[in-house]
C-alpha cells in the first residue's frame, strides 16, 4: 500500500541559483499536517556541484522524522534542454518510493504552509486523481541580496475541466496527483517537448480522469515572474499561444497540437 506521503519532484539546472532553490525547499518544509520528501534532479551536474546541492538541500531538510530528501543528477550526454527528462527521472524515483501523491515545483516557486493539506483532502473526499488551486502571480525584481516583489495578482482564469481543456490555467505546482489511481505508464512527460510540457501531462491525466477544482480560488503558492527574462514562459496576460515569443515555443505547441486529438477526454460530476 503506497505511503500517506508527497513526492515533490524540483528540477534544477543551474547551481548559481541555488539560494532560490532552498527557498523553494524551506516552503517544502514549512508544509503542514503532511509527510513531504522532495526529489530535486539536477541537469548534468559536476561531482563538486553536486556536493554543492546535497549540503544547500541538506540545509533546509533538518527536522527530525522528515522523509530523506532525494538528490539526482541526470547526467545522459549532450547540452539539449532536458526539461521533461528531468522530470521523468523524478517519476521514476517517486514510484521506487511508493508514495500516494506526486507534486511538482519549480526551483524558483513558492507554495504556501497549507497547499498540500488542502489539496491531499481534497483527493481524500472527492475521489478525485487530481486536485487543484490556485497560484498567484509575483512580479519580481532580482536585486543583489533579495527579491523584490511589486504586484501580486492571480491571472490564471479557470473553473473547470472544459476551461482547462481549452488552454492552461493550471501552473505546475497548483496541483497534487494521487497516482495510487493510475498506471505507472501513465506518468510520464513527453520528452520531445521543450515548452508546454507540463499542459501536455495535464491533458492526458486530467483529461481521462476524475478532476478536483473545488479549492480554484484558495490560494497555495506563488509564481514567480522576474522582470531580469529568466523566466522559460512567457509573460502578460491571455493565454500562452497568444504570448509565445521563440521557436522553442512555437515548435512545442505545434507538436503538442498534432497529439491532442489522440488523447482520450472524459468527464465526471467532480470536474465541474
Known amino acids: 500500500m503506497a505511503k500517506e506521503c508527497v513526492t515533490t519532484v524540483i528540477r534544477f539546472h543551474d547551481i548559481e541559483k541555488v539560494a532560490l532553490l532552498e527557498r523553494a525547499i524551506q516552503s517544502l518544509h514549512a508544509q503542514a499536517d503532511v509527510l513531504v520528501q522532495p526529489v530535486i534532479v539536477a541537469q548534468r551536474f559536476t561531482l563538486d556541484q553536486m556536493r554543492q546541492l546535497d549540503a544547500a538541500v541538506r540545509r533546509q531538510w533538518y527536522f527530525d522524522g522528515l522523509p530523506e530528501p532525494q538528490i539526482l543528477n541526470f547526467t545522459d550526454p549532450g547540452d539539449f534542454d532536458a526539461r521533461s527528462m528531468l522530470l521523468n527521472h523524478g517519476i521514476a524515483r517517486h514510484l521506487e518510493l511508493d508514495n500516494r501523491y506526486l507534486a511538482f ?12 493539506r488542502t489539496l491531499t483532502k481534497a483527493l481524500r473526499s472527492s475521489g478525485a486523481v487530481i486536485a487543484f488551486a490556485t497560484v498567484e502571480l509575483a512580479k519580481v525584481i532580482s536585486l543583489k541580496d533579495y527579491e523584490f516583489v511589486y504586484s501580486l495578482s492571480t491571472p490564471y482564469t479557470g473553473r473547470n475541466k472544459i476551461d482547462l481543456i481549452k488552454d492552461n490555467f493550471c501552473p505546475l505546482h497548483s496541483y497534487v496527483v494521487d497516482t495510487s489511481k493510475l498506471r505507472p505508464d501513465e506518468l510520464y512527460f ?10 501536455d501531462f ?13 479549492n480554484i480560488g484558495t490560494r497555495i503558492g506563488l509564481y514567480m515572474m522576474r522582470t531580469d527574462g529568466t523566466n522559460s514562459t512567457p509573460g502578460g496576460m491571455g493565454s500562452v499561444t497568444e504570448r509565445e515569443t521563440g521557436t522553442a515555443w512555437k515548435d512545442s505547441i505545434n507538436r503538442l497540437n498534432g497529439l491532442r486529438p489522440e488523447y482520450e477526454i472524459k468527464f465526471f460530476a467532480s470536474d465541474f
Not at 515545483?105 to 498540500?116: E, F, M, Q
Not at 495535464?202 to 473545488?214: E, K, N, V, W
Open 105 to 116: 515545483l519549480d526551483y524558483d516557486d513558492l507554495l504556501y504552509t497549507h497547499a498540500y
Open 190 to 199: 513527453q520528452k520531445e517537448l521543450v515548452r508546454v510540457e507540463d499542459y
Open 202 to 214: 495535464l491533458l492526458r491525466i486530467a483529461g481521462r480522469h476524475p478532476c478536483d477544482f473545488s
